[in-house]
């Protein structure tokens, strides 16, 4: 079993709509989980840092934790072409130097 | 965030040859690291680059194949020996800046093939 499971997709929604991207992970001692955004051909671009079980928002993406499931999400709201985009999730125990990752969710906004 | 670059941007090599990645920030970082990204696969940490010392390998990694040096606080190479096709990866620097200790900044990446 991977430590942070992820749909690869892909996954294609019309231009406007919320998107939902999930990560489940197995090892509870992860204490924080970040976002990241990776273009094609382009290296990945953090999204979103969270800690704490609860919902961040920036601008239309709010990410959320729920520790006692092991269960991570992003939205993205009012969704944009310009979003199509590969969504890695990832986590970390505090203190450590590895981040391990999902596999990715390859996304298309299509106009 | 910093810049970050890496030199090549691609590369096309022939199996059996080395090829040394370059990865340059432009600001100080407290850690930098060595993702490999395989093909339709997600990022893996090979090591953790130290200044003025061996690097720290994860498990299935090892100095000979993937040997690294980080003369300064800005600066890291690494370099794939003996290459084989299997060796065909995005390789990623990452960065840890000081304030920031729990997230990691990627470069662009370079892309290998091996033939």
């Known amino acids: 079993q991977k430590e942070v499971e992820q749909d690869p997709g892909p996954l294609s929604v019309p231009e406007g709509a919320i998107v939902s991207l999930n990560c489940t992970y197995s090892n509870s001692a992860f204490q924080y989980f970040m976002w990241y955004r990776q273009y094609s051909r382009k290296g990945p671009e953090l999204l979103m840092y969270t800690y704490s079980s609860g919902n961040k928002e920036d601008g239309r993406f709010t990410a959320q934790v729920d520790k006692s499931s092991k269960y991570i999400s992003l939205f993205i709201r009012d969704s944009q072409p310009s979003d199509s985009a590969t969504y890695l999730c990832?986590?970390?125990?505090?203190?450590?130097?590895?981040?391990?990752f999902g596999q990715g969710t390859r996304l298309t906004i299509n106009p | 965030s910093a810049v970050i670059s890496q030199k090549p941007s691609r590369d096309i090599c022939q199996r059996g040859t080395s090829l040394t990645i370059q990865c340059q920030v432009d600001s100080q970082v407290t850690m930098m690291f060595w993702y490999r990204q395989q093909p339709g696969q997600s990022l893996t940490l090979i090591a953790t680059?130290?200044?003025?010392?061996?690097?720290?390998?994860e498990s299935g990694f090892v100095i000979d194949k993937f040997p690294i040096s980080r003369p300064n606080l800005t600066f890291s190479t690494l370099t794939v020996s003996n290459m084989s096709p299997e060796d065909s990866s995005i390789y990623l620097c990452?960065?840890?800046?000081?304030?920031?200790?729990?997230?990691?900044?990627f470069g662009p990446g370079t892309r290998l093939l091996v033939l």
């Open positions: 990832a986590s970390v125990i505090q203190g450590a130097q590895k981040l391990v």
């Open positions: 680059a130290n200044q003025g010392s061996e690097a720290t390998y």
């Open positions: 990452s960065v840890k800046l000081a304030g920031h200790q729990e997230t990691q900044y």
